[in-house]
Structure formats: C-alpha cells, structure tokens
C-alpha cells in the first residue's frame, strides 16, 4: 500500500484522497507552471487574472484564501481595481466636461481615451502573466502599499 507523501495517508491509485496529491510518480511537465504543489495557481496566472475582468476578479482575488496572503498577487488585484476605477472616473469625468463645455466635436477624445485604457489593460494582462510587474505610475505605489509590499 502507498503512502502520501503530502499528508501521509494510505493512498489506492494515482492520487491521495484526502489532500489530491499526485502519489508515486513525479508531476508531469504537462501539468505546467499554472499549478503549484498546493492546488493554488502560480503566481503570474492569478496576477493576470486579476486584470481579466477589473474590478470583479481583483475584489475576487483579495478575498480568495491562499490568494490574498501573497503579496504579488494582492498588488496586482489592488492595482487592477484602482486601474478599472481610475479609468470609470476619466472617462465620466471627461464626458461631463465636454458636455457643460457644449464640445460636442471633442468626444472623440473620450473614445482616444478609452482605447489608451484599454490597450493598458492588455499589456497589464500580457505582461503580468509572463511574470513581469509593471508599477503604473500613479496607482503603482498606493497598490504596492496596500499591498503591504
């Protein structure tokens, strides 16, 4: 009979029962670097994950148990929040100006705008999920605070 080597239970087949360990064999290589030895996803899927769907997911991942002890991963959901909130707030703010100021021909600026955001969000996502951390210039260091880094 096998034992787990992760929680030493008596173990019938490939995997433990009890924690899900793989038993008897090394992990594969297709099992990637998107899952660590504790179930948790690597570090740079769930930062980029963070950005995938703004504020929701980075509220989601600094709720999430193993998640929101990791301080990589909580700088990336606090500055995915404080990005998606930077951006609603130009945006708003941007519309409301140019609409007291009756510049009706300048809302193309709002449109320049919102695609400079998001062309932010894909570098973020890109960048972030091939391991690299970009601090953003204003909200940078606030998350990195927040962040406890």
Known sequence: MAFCATCGSAVEGQFCAKCGSQ???????ASGPAMQASGAMADNVAGALCYLVGLIT?????????????RVIRFHAFQSIFMNVAWIVIAFGLNIVLGILHLWS???????????????????????????????????PIAKQQAGN
């Open 58 to 70: 980075g509220i989601i991942f600094l709720v999430l148990a193993p998640y929101n002890q990791n």
């Open 23 to 29: 038993v008897g064999a090394a992990p594969s290589a």
């Open 106 to 140: 300048l809302f193309f600026l709002s449109s320049f705008v919102g695609l400079a955001f998001f062309v932010l969000w894909i570098v973020m996502l890109i960048q972030t999920y091939q391991g690299k951390t970009i601090v953003l210039p204003l909200i940078g």
